[in-house]
Protein backbone atom coordinates (compact mmCIF):
# COMPACT_ATOMS: atom_id res chain seq x y z
CA UNK A 1 0.00 0.00 0.00
CA UNK A 2 1.10 3.31 -1.05
CA UNK A 3 -0.55 5.41 1.64
CA UNK A 4 -2.55 4.47 4.57
CA UNK A 5 -5.74 7.31 4.85
CA UNK A 6 -7.84 7.25 7.83
CA UNK A 7 -11.42 8.64 6.29
CA UNK A 8 -13.95 9.79 9.71
CA UNK A 9 -17.71 10.02 8.63
CA UNK A 10 -16.93 7.67 5.57
CA UNK A 11 -20.34 6.28 5.60
CA UNK A 12 -22.09 9.57 5.39
CA UNK A 13 -23.08 11.77 2.59
CA UNK A 14 -19.71 13.10 1.65
CA UNK A 15 -17.41 10.69 3.11
CA UNK A 16 -19.23 7.29 1.05
CA UNK A 17 -18.82 9.31 -2.26
CA UNK A 18 -15.18 10.19 -1.51
CA UNK A 19 -14.48 6.23 -0.68
CA UNK A 20 -16.28 5.10 -3.32
CA UNK A 21 -14.52 6.80 -5.93
CA UNK A 22 -10.69 7.38 -4.36
CA UNK A 23 -10.40 3.95 -3.30
CA UNK A 24 -10.44 3.34 -7.62
CA UNK A 25 -8.22 6.35 -8.39
CA UNK A 26 -6.10 5.02 -5.54
CA UNK A 27 -6.15 1.33 -6.04
CA UNK A 28 -2.51 0.73 -3.91
CA UNK A 29 -3.78 3.15 -0.62
CA UNK A 30 -5.48 1.41 2.16
CA UNK A 31 -8.49 3.86 3.49
CA UNK A 32 -9.73 2.83 6.74
CA UNK A 33 -13.26 4.16 7.34
CA UNK A 34 -13.94 5.21 10.85
CA UNK A 35 -18.06 5.68 11.05
CA UNK A 36 -20.38 5.30 14.36
CA UNK A 37 -23.00 4.52 12.53
CA UNK A 38 -25.69 7.21 13.46
CA UNK A 39 -29.00 7.81 11.51
CA UNK A 40 -27.47 9.43 8.46
CA UNK A 41 -25.46 6.82 8.15
CA UNK A 42 -25.31 4.57 4.58
CA UNK A 43 -25.22 0.82 4.75
CA UNK A 44 -21.58 -0.02 4.54
CA UNK A 45 -22.56 -2.82 2.46
CA UNK A 46 -22.08 -0.08 -0.74
CA UNK A 47 -18.42 -0.43 0.32
CA UNK A 48 -18.25 -4.35 -0.18
CA UNK A 49 -16.68 -3.95 -3.31
CA UNK A 50 -13.80 -1.59 -2.55
CA UNK A 51 -10.98 -4.39 -1.67
CA UNK A 52 -8.76 -1.60 -0.35
CA UNK A 53 -11.46 -0.06 2.31
CA UNK A 54 -11.89 -0.86 5.73
CA UNK A 55 -14.77 -0.17 7.65
CA UNK A 56 -14.74 0.78 11.30
CA UNK A 57 -17.53 1.18 13.50
CA UNK A 58 -16.96 3.67 16.56
CA UNK A 59 -16.82 7.23 17.92
CA UNK A 60 -14.21 9.83 17.07
CA UNK A 61 -14.43 10.59 20.66
CA UNK A 62 -13.29 8.01 21.74
CA UNK A 63 -9.71 8.84 22.63
CA UNK A 64 -8.92 5.03 23.48
CA UNK A 65 -10.06 3.67 19.86
CA UNK A 66 -8.54 6.73 17.89
CA UNK A 67 -5.25 6.56 19.37
CA UNK A 68 -5.02 2.22 18.67
CA UNK A 69 -6.44 3.19 15.04
CA UNK A 70 -3.45 5.17 14.67
CA UNK A 71 -0.69 3.21 16.25
CA UNK A 72 -2.44 0.18 14.28
CA UNK A 73 -2.40 2.16 10.74
CA UNK A 74 0.31 4.71 11.35
CA UNK A 75 -1.93 6.84 8.63
CA UNK A 76 -0.32 9.33 6.04
CA UNK A 77 -3.93 11.29 6.08
CA UNK A 78 -6.45 12.01 7.89
CA UNK A 79 -9.69 13.08 6.28
CA UNK A 80 -12.62 14.11 8.94
CA UNK A 81 -15.93 14.55 7.28
CA UNK A 82 -17.75 12.94 10.61
CA UNK A 83 -20.07 15.33 11.73
CA UNK A 84 -23.22 16.22 13.07
CA UNK A 85 -24.72 18.76 9.92
CA UNK A 86 -28.34 19.12 10.43
CA UNK A 87 -28.94 23.01 11.23
CA UNK A 88 -32.56 22.41 12.57
CA UNK A 89 -31.32 18.80 14.94
CA UNK A 90 -28.69 22.05 16.37
CA UNK A 91 -31.59 24.20 17.26
CA UNK A 92 -32.77 21.10 18.96
CA UNK A 93 -29.66 19.11 20.88
CA UNK A 94 -26.82 21.91 20.23
CA UNK A 95 -24.53 20.02 22.80
CA UNK A 96 -24.55 17.13 20.86
CA UNK A 97 -23.14 19.32 17.88
CA UNK A 98 -20.32 20.99 20.22
CA UNK A 99 -19.50 17.20 21.30
CA UNK A 100 -18.74 15.64 18.00
CA UNK A 101 -17.96 18.55 15.59
CA UNK A 102 -15.50 20.30 18.63
CA UNK A 103 -14.30 17.31 20.91
CA UNK A 104 -13.99 14.49 18.05
CA UNK A 105 -12.44 17.08 15.97
CA UNK A 106 -9.46 17.59 18.82
CA UNK A 107 -8.97 13.76 19.73
CA UNK A 108 -8.34 13.67 15.79
CA UNK A 109 -5.92 16.16 15.83
CA UNK A 110 -4.02 15.19 19.19
CA UNK A 111 -3.52 11.48 17.68
CA UNK A 112 -2.60 13.10 14.32
CA UNK A 113 0.30 15.25 16.29
CA UNK A 114 1.60 12.21 18.02
CA UNK A 115 1.70 9.74 15.46
CA UNK A 116 3.23 12.61 12.77
CA UNK A 117 0.53 12.20 9.87
CA UNK A 118 1.51 13.58 6.64
CA UNK A 119 -1.36 15.72 6.71
CA UNK A 120 -4.75 16.50 8.31
CA UNK A 121 -7.62 17.60 6.34
CA UNK A 122 -10.58 19.49 7.70
CA UNK A 123 -14.17 18.98 5.89
CA UNK A 124 -15.77 22.47 6.30
CA UNK A 125 -18.86 24.37 5.06
CA UNK A 126 -19.63 27.99 3.87
CA UNK A 127 -21.92 28.18 6.79
CA UNK A 128 -19.02 29.59 8.73
CA UNK A 129 -18.92 32.72 7.49
CA UNK A 130 -23.00 33.24 8.31
CA UNK A 131 -25.64 35.19 6.23
CA UNK A 132 -24.31 36.89 3.03
CA UNK A 133 -25.60 39.47 0.32
CA UNK A 134 -25.95 39.26 -3.25
CA UNK A 135 -23.60 41.62 -3.92
CA UNK A 136 -20.72 40.04 -1.86
CA UNK A 137 -18.55 37.42 -1.58
CA UNK A 138 -16.68 35.80 1.28
CA UNK A 139 -13.16 35.10 0.93
CA UNK A 140 -11.34 32.60 3.41
CA UNK A 141 -9.41 35.17 5.27
CA UNK A 142 -13.06 36.68 5.92
CA UNK A 143 -14.51 37.02 9.85
CA UNK A 144 -16.28 34.03 10.74
CA UNK A 145 -19.59 35.27 11.65
CA UNK A 146 -21.95 31.84 11.93
CA UNK A 147 -25.62 31.44 12.79
CA UNK A 148 -26.49 28.21 14.32
CA UNK A 149 -24.64 25.69 16.83
CA UNK A 150 -24.38 23.57 13.79
CA UNK A 151 -22.25 26.55 12.03
CA UNK A 152 -21.02 27.53 14.92
CA UNK A 153 -19.62 23.99 16.29
CA UNK A 154 -17.66 23.74 12.55
CA UNK A 155 -16.16 27.45 12.76
CA UNK A 156 -14.89 26.35 16.22
CA UNK A 157 -13.51 23.44 14.61
CA UNK A 158 -11.89 25.13 11.72
CA UNK A 159 -10.47 27.39 14.22
CA UNK A 160 -8.86 24.44 16.41
CA UNK A 161 -7.67 22.52 13.15
CA UNK A 162 -5.97 26.01 12.51
CA UNK A 163 -4.24 26.55 15.86
CA UNK A 164 -3.21 22.99 15.67
CA UNK A 165 -0.71 24.01 12.86
CA UNK A 166 0.18 26.99 14.51
CA UNK A 167 0.94 25.61 18.11
CA UNK A 168 1.86 22.03 17.15
CA UNK A 169 3.07 22.77 13.20
CA UNK A 170 0.96 20.05 12.25
CA UNK A 171 0.65 20.48 8.48
CA UNK A 172 -3.62 21.09 7.80
CA UNK A 173 -5.98 22.04 5.29
CA UNK A 174 -9.56 22.86 4.77
CA UNK A 175 -11.84 23.12 2.54
CA UNK A 176 -15.34 25.11 2.78
CA UNK A 177 -17.70 23.88 0.51
CA UNK A 178 -21.17 25.30 -1.38
CA UNK A 179 -24.15 22.94 -0.42
CA UNK A 180 -23.55 19.39 -1.42
CA UNK A 181 -26.09 17.06 -3.67
CA UNK A 182 -25.46 13.86 -5.09
CA UNK A 183 -26.04 9.69 -4.55
CA UNK A 184 -26.47 8.70 -0.63
CA UNK A 185 -27.82 11.73 0.79
CA UNK A 186 -30.06 11.65 3.68
CA UNK A 187 -33.80 12.11 2.71
CA UNK A 188 -33.89 14.68 5.92
CA UNK A 189 -31.88 17.58 3.46
CA UNK A 190 -33.75 19.49 0.81
CA UNK A 191 -33.13 18.14 -2.70
CA UNK A 192 -33.84 14.41 -1.53
CA UNK A 193 -36.82 15.07 0.90
CA UNK A 194 -38.31 17.11 -2.55
CA UNK A 195 -37.49 13.78 -4.34
CA UNK A 196 -39.00 11.43 -1.95
CA UNK A 197 -42.00 13.23 -1.08
CA UNK A 198 -42.80 13.35 -4.52
CA UNK A 199 -41.86 9.88 -5.20
CA UNK A 200 -45.08 9.21 -2.71
CA UNK A 201 -47.23 11.66 -3.66
CA UNK A 202 -46.82 14.02 -0.63
CA UNK A 203 -46.75 17.73 -0.54
CA UNK A 204 -42.75 19.21 -0.32
CA UNK A 205 -42.15 21.75 2.70
CA UNK A 206 -40.93 25.47 1.90
CA UNK A 207 -39.38 27.18 4.78
CA UNK A 208 -40.76 31.22 5.15
CA UNK A 209 -41.29 32.49 1.53
CA UNK A 210 -38.49 30.11 -0.19
CA UNK A 211 -36.57 33.30 -1.11
CA UNK A 212 -33.36 31.90 0.24
CA UNK A 213 -30.66 31.45 -2.20
CA UNK A 214 -28.48 28.40 -2.07
CA UNK A 215 -25.35 27.24 -4.05
CA UNK A 216 -25.29 24.18 -4.86
CA UNK A 217 -21.99 21.41 -5.93
CA UNK A 218 -21.81 18.37 -7.18
CA UNK A 219 -20.53 15.67 -4.57
CA UNK A 220 -18.17 14.60 -6.58
CA UNK A 221 -16.91 17.61 -7.53
CA UNK A 222 -16.30 18.60 -4.34
CA UNK A 223 -14.78 15.29 -3.38
CA UNK A 224 -12.47 15.59 -6.50
CA UNK A 225 -11.21 18.93 -4.40
CA UNK A 226 -11.07 17.12 -1.49
CA UNK A 227 -8.46 15.04 -2.35
CA UNK A 228 -6.82 17.73 -4.46
CA UNK A 229 -6.52 19.62 -1.60
CA UNK A 230 -5.32 17.11 1.21
CA UNK A 231 -2.37 15.27 -1.01
CA UNK A 232 -1.03 19.10 -1.99
CA UNK A 233 1.73 21.02 -0.09
CA UNK A 234 -0.12 24.56 -0.34
CA UNK A 235 0.96 26.32 1.91
CA UNK A 236 -2.49 28.18 1.38
CA UNK A 237 -4.30 26.17 4.04
CA UNK A 238 -8.45 27.58 3.61
CA UNK A 239 -10.17 26.89 0.10
CA UNK A 240 -13.43 28.01 -0.87
CA UNK A 241 -14.94 24.98 -3.15
CA UNK A 242 -18.43 25.96 -5.30
CA UNK A 243 -19.33 25.48 -8.44
CA UNK A 244 -21.40 28.69 -8.21
CA UNK A 245 -24.94 27.37 -9.24
CA UNK A 246 -27.06 29.67 -7.31
CA UNK A 247 -30.57 29.58 -7.07
CA UNK A 248 -33.38 29.95 -4.62
CA UNK A 249 -35.10 27.45 -2.80
CA UNK A 250 -38.61 28.14 -4.44
CA UNK A 251 -36.97 28.12 -7.85
CA UNK A 252 -35.48 24.73 -6.99
CA UNK A 253 -38.35 23.50 -5.59
CA UNK A 254 -40.15 24.54 -8.83
CA UNK A 255 -37.74 22.85 -11.45
CA UNK A 256 -38.24 19.88 -9.25
CA UNK A 257 -42.09 19.68 -9.00
CA UNK A 258 -41.68 20.40 -12.99
CA UNK A 259 -39.48 17.23 -13.56
CA UNK A 260 -42.76 15.33 -11.84
CA UNK A 261 -45.22 17.10 -14.14
CA UNK A 262 -46.69 18.69 -10.92
CA UNK A 263 -47.44 22.93 -10.19
CA UNK A 264 -47.06 24.87 -6.87
CA UNK A 265 -50.59 22.83 -5.14
CA UNK A 266 -47.47 20.64 -4.02
CA UNK A 267 -45.64 23.35 -1.96
CA UNK A 268 -46.77 23.70 1.59
CA UNK A 269 -44.95 26.67 3.01
CA UNK A 270 -44.04 26.31 6.78
CA UNK A 271 -42.72 28.00 9.70
CA UNK A 272 -39.26 29.57 9.05
CA UNK A 273 -36.78 28.43 10.82
CA UNK A 274 -34.51 30.34 13.67
CA UNK A 275 -31.55 32.35 12.59
CA UNK A 276 -32.25 31.39 8.71
CA UNK A 277 -29.35 32.89 6.13
CA UNK A 278 -30.57 34.64 3.22
CA UNK A 279 -27.57 33.54 1.27
CA UNK A 280 -24.31 32.28 1.03
CA UNK A 281 -21.66 33.20 -1.52
CA UNK A 282 -17.81 32.18 -1.58
CA UNK A 283 -14.85 33.47 -3.23
CA UNK A 284 -13.08 30.38 -5.13
CA UNK A 285 -10.70 32.48 -6.76
CA UNK A 286 -7.94 30.58 -4.55
CA UNK A 287 -9.17 27.31 -5.21
CA UNK A 288 -9.52 27.96 -9.26
CA UNK A 289 -5.67 29.47 -9.61
CA UNK A 290 -4.14 26.51 -8.43
CA UNK A 291 -6.39 23.81 -9.46
CA UNK A 292 -7.85 23.80 -12.34
CA UNK A 293 -9.81 21.43 -11.66
CA UNK A 294 -12.99 20.87 -14.27
CA UNK A 295 -16.54 20.93 -12.83
CA UNK A 296 -19.39 18.67 -14.23
CA UNK A 297 -21.00 21.20 -17.02
CA UNK A 298 -24.28 19.81 -16.56
CA UNK A 299 -27.14 22.43 -15.01
CA UNK A 300 -28.30 22.01 -11.93
CA UNK A 301 -31.86 20.34 -12.99
CA UNK A 302 -30.47 18.04 -14.74
CA UNK A 303 -28.31 16.11 -12.56
CA UNK A 304 -31.32 16.17 -9.89
CA UNK A 305 -33.29 14.83 -13.18
CA UNK A 306 -30.56 12.05 -13.58
CA UNK A 307 -30.32 11.15 -9.92
CA UNK A 308 -34.47 10.32 -9.90
CA UNK A 309 -33.90 6.76 -10.69
CA UNK A 310 -31.63 6.20 -7.89
CA UNK A 311 -33.74 7.61 -5.53
CA UNK A 312 -36.67 5.89 -6.55
CA UNK A 313 -35.59 2.64 -5.45
CA UNK A 314 -34.99 3.41 -1.93
CA UNK A 315 -32.19 1.29 -1.35
CA UNK A 316 -30.85 3.53 1.85
CA UNK A 317 -34.15 5.51 2.76
CA UNK A 318 -35.16 3.18 5.13
CA UNK A 319 -33.40 4.61 8.37
Given at each position: ????????????????????????????????????????????????????????????????????????????????????????????????????????????????????????????????????????????????????????????????????????????????????????????????????????????????????????????????????????????????????????NIDLARKILKIFNYGDSMIEYVT????????????????????????????????????????????????
Amino acid sequence: MRNCVLVTGGLGFIGINYLLLMSKVYKDDLFVCLDKMTYAANDPQILKWCENVKVIIGDICDTKLVDELFSRYHFDYVVNFAAESHVDNSLISPLIFVKTNVEGTAVLLNAAVKYKVKKFHQVSTDEVYGEGTDDYLFKESDKLNPSSPYSSSKAAADLLVLSYNRSFKLNVSISRSSNNYGLYQNKEKFIPNMIYNLLNKKKIHIYGDGNYKRDYLDVIDNVRAIDLIMRDNSEIKIFNVSSHQEILNIDLARKILKIFNYGDSMIEYVTDRKGHDKCYGIDTTLFENRYHLPFHQMRLDEMVKSYINFYARGDYYGK
